[in-house]
């Protein structure tokens, strides 16, 4: 009896066996990935996530279901993410806000760079410098200038404490060597009766939220915070052409996977992503949204990721930046 047992129950550790192992051979993915967007649905970040979500499921030949995790600056959608397997089907997609909030919160319970493994850059989408048309200045060497004249008089709205265009102030005002009153609201959308009415001067904003505004002549841009011009606007300089030689920030979108992911699905992720920004269809659906298109290789996305966190944590030490 003892022995037919044994027999038995070797005989289902085989088929045990067997079975895991044809799990492992099957390629991956094999069943649908989770992206989760750690923002509100209808936001930039969850555009842009739904429209790559497609493409990748197109790729993979699985579906990408997009989940909304928002919060906290973007860390419990990211949290979630960190504490996941890693194996392929939970992903993240990130923005620069993650770099930020690694300088924000003090327990985070996951690590900004040790916690996940970077599959590619996405995207980015690029802010601008704009004033109030009542502002006597129409260059950044003129606002400088005013600033200097009138010092804490000229104010600076912001989307809230420790937010992208708050950090974008702070170091504009570091680097120009002003003093501009901040003033946070909730949100860009609590700004612009404000900025309009010219109650606030100044804002760094995104381009597709401001540049219509700028068009009808309701606000003036001064510079373009990024690298490169604009292509639809090659008249606004960059902020580092008007006077302020280094002054860049790249509002960045990237996939971000659990650490230890195995480098061959990073490979499959990255080439899909590859894939889906150089498609021309998508290109031109994100172009009418702000959004450039653009993939990196993981060790490029590690590196941005890892100059962000130190470069914010600069910005928020020396401004002594608070949460509300």
Not at 146 to 170: D, F, V, Y
Not at 279 to 299: K, N
């Amino acid at each position: 009896m003892r022995k037919k047992v044994a027999r038995l129950v070797t005989l289902a550790l085989s088929v045990c066996a067997l079975a895991t192992g044809a799990a492992m051979a099957q390629p991956y993915p094999a069943r649908p990935v989770r992206l989760i967007v750690p923002f509100p649905p209808a936001g930039a970040t969850d555009v842009l996530g739904r429209a790559i979500a497609q493409k990748l499921s197109e790729g993979l030949g699985q579906p990408v279901l997009v989940e909304n995790r928002p919060g906290a600056g973007s860390t419990i959608g990211s949290d979630q993410v960190a504490k996941a397997a890693p194996d392929g089907y939970t992903l993240l997609l990130a923005s620069g806000s993650l770099a930020i909030a690694a300088n924000l919160y003090g327990k985070l319970g996951f690590d900004v760079i040790k916690s996940f493994t970077p599959v590619s850059l996405v995207g980015h989408v690029p802010h601008m410098l704009v004033v109030n048309p009542s502002v006597p200045a129409n260059s950044v060497k003129e606002l400088i200038a005013l600033a200097k004249s009138r010092p804490g008089q000229l104010s600076a709205a912001s989307q809230g404490n420790g937010t992208l265009s708050h950090l974008e102030l702070e170091m504009f005002k570091e680097a120009a060597g002003v003093d501009i009153l901040h003033v946070p609201y909730k949100g860009s959308n609590n700004v612009m009766p404000d900025l309009l009415a010219g109650n606030v001067s100044v804002f760094f904003d995104s381009v597709p939220s401001s540049m219509p505004l700028v068009k009808n002549g309701k606000l003036k841009a001064l510079g373009v915070v990024g690298a490169k011009r604009l292509p639809t606007s090659p008249d606004i300089p960059t902020l580092a052409e008007a006077g302020l030689p280094g002054f860049e920030v790249k509002n960045w979108f990237a996939l971000l996977a659990p650490a230890g992911t195995p480098k061959e699905i990073v490979q499959v992720l990255n080439a899909q992503v590859q894939k889906a920004v150089a498609a021309p269809d998508l290109a031109e659906r994100m172009a009418s949204q702000g959004v450039v298109l653009e993939a990196s290789t993981p060790v490029q996305l590690a590196a941005l990721v890892k100059t962000d966190v130190a470069k914010w944590g600069k910005v928020v030490k020396d401004a002594n930046v608070r949460m509300n």
